[in-house]
Nanobody
Framework: QVQLVESGGGLVQAGGSLRLSCAAS????????MGWYRQAPGKQRQLVAT???????NYADSVKGRFTISRDNAKNTMFLQMNNLKPEDTAAYSC??????????????WGQGTQVTVSS
């Protein structure tokens, strides 16, 4: 079994910054793609950013130039540096990981989410 635990959310004023972390633990041989997603009340979950094992990244247009995704493969941890936050960034942020275990099995996992609230 694999667990993903997010941290770093909170309340911040517009223009401020937050750094989210996602720590993966359990029976992990390798984590391929990892990603951050967010869901605001009454809206569908949307992709924020993804990163491959090799470090290739992809961002939603709405966060390009403001958010930076990164990861530490040795520690099975992923980060999201969020700068110049806007009220429309308010949402529950969840991490996602594509995990291969020691038996060669591959599964997709979600964290429980961390709330980010940006006040105007």
């Amino acid at each position: 079994q694999v667990q993903l635990v997010e941290s770093g959310g909170g309340l911040v004023q517009a223009g401020g910054s937050l750094r989210l972390s996602c720590a993966a633990s359990g029976r992990i041989f390798k984590i391929a793609a990892m990603g951050w997603y967010r869901q605001a009340p009454g809206k569908q979950r949307q992709l924020v950013a993804t990163i491959t094992f090799g470090g290739s990244t992809n961002y939603a247009d709405s966060v390009k130039g403001r958010f930076t995704i990164s990861r530490d493969n040795a520690k099975n941890t992923m980060f999201l540096q969020m700068n110049n936050l806007k009220p429309e960034d308010t949402a529950a942020y969840s991490c996602n990981a594509d995990v291969t275990n020691y038996s060669g099995g591959r599964n997709n996992y979600w964290g429980q989410g961390t709330q980010v609230t940006v006040s105007s």
